[in-house]
Nanobody, 118 residues
């Protein structure tokens, strides 16, 4: 069973930065990509960013382009989300997710709270 452990959430003022980390363990041979999603109170979970594990290509939600960067450490089987220029609308629980070659996100982290104060 693949396990994902997230860290790095917290409270930050608007305009500040945070970096989230997601470390994967277990049988990760089926990994195609790793993604970040978020869910704000009263809202549905939404896609934030994704990185293809082999090759490193990325894609982002329009709302975070130019502010957030997803990158990976291949040796550590870890993925990171660098978040800059944060604003209160970025407040949410952030989840990392493991994507298999089927395209589905099969495994999820426990979530990391990010709170941006105005």
């Amino acid at each position: 069973q693949v396990q994902l452990v997230e860290s790095g959430g917290g409270l930050v003022q608007a305009g500040g930065s945070l970096r989230l980390t997601c470390a994967a363990s277990g049988p990760t041979f089926s990994m195609y990509g790793m993604g970040w999603f978020r869910q704000a109170p009263g809202k549905e979970r939404e896609f934030v960013a994704r990185i293809i594990w082999s090759g490193g290509s990325t894609d982002y939600a329009d709302s975070v382009k130019g502010r957030f960067t997803i990158f990976r450490d291949y040796a550590k089987t870890a993925v990171y989300l660098q978040m800059n220029s944060l604003n209160p609308e970025d407040t949410a629980v952030y989840y990392c997710a493991y994507q298999t070659r089927s395209g589905h996100y099969e495994y999820w982290g426990q979530g990391a709270q990010v709170t941006v104060s105005s």
